[in-house]
């Protein structure tokens, strides 16, 4: 995947996570998310935070929602993709009552980066799946145990799924060629096996 595909989906990751995350309405952003003091996607948050540093405000807990940090572990994203991560950084600036995220940085390099963002609600799969198709394209179903109505957009590098009544979005964007689904499917099989 060449540099400037890599950035395209960054973009394209930012852009379906303020989707899912509330600070887009009919394609206008909110005015607190368009403020310089103010940040508003997790990779915002992850560009700023260390790529060693784990989380350590518990933001997620005091939603009421699954703390995604705890969802995976340094192990677990290497088990998956062959590449060593620093601990989980918790995306503070976008968590609310409804929705956390957090961002594992690979330790030798700018790339690949994981995204965990996860929303309270039952049933938000097919209308996030059908906002991201807005942004992205063409979605295709993809089998992860423990999750249902699962899919995944920009060659694998995003995932969506239902795990109860949280939805999960599991992005792995890397600067690796090819399709990255397996990957992906790999990771977010042990975010629902945890959830």
């Known amino acids: 995947m060449s540099a400037r595909t890599v950035a395209g989906l960054a973009a394209t990751m930012l852009a379906v996570a303020l989707g899912v995350g509330g600070c887009w309405t009919d394609r206008e952003p909110e005015p607190e998310c368009i403020t310089p003091s103010s940040t508003c996607g997790p990779l915002d948050a992850a560009a700023s935070a260390s790529a060693t540093e784990p989380a350590t405000v518990d933001a997620a807990a005091a939603t009421g929602l699954p703390d995604p940090c705890d969802l995976l572990s340094a192990a677990d994203l290497e088990a998956a993709s062959g590449v060593g991560f ?99 499917a790999d990771i977010a099989e042990v975010v629902a096996g945890n959830l």
């Open 86 to 184: 620093g601990g989980g950084v918790l995306a503070e600036d976008i968590a609310t009552e409804t929705q956390a995220s957090c961002v594992w940085n690979a330790i030798d390099g700018p790339l690949p980066i994981v995204q965990v963002l996860v929303v309270a609600g039952a049933d938000l799969a097919a209308s996030q799946r059908e906002s991201t198709e807005e942004w992205m394209g063409a979605s295709a179903d993809v089998d992860v145990a423990g999750a249902t109505d699962a899919y995944a957009v920009g060659e694998g590098t995003i995932l969506g799924m239902q795990v109860d009544d949280v939805f999960v979005e599991v992005s792995y964007m890397s600067g690796d060629e090819g399709d990255l689904t397996a990957i992906t």
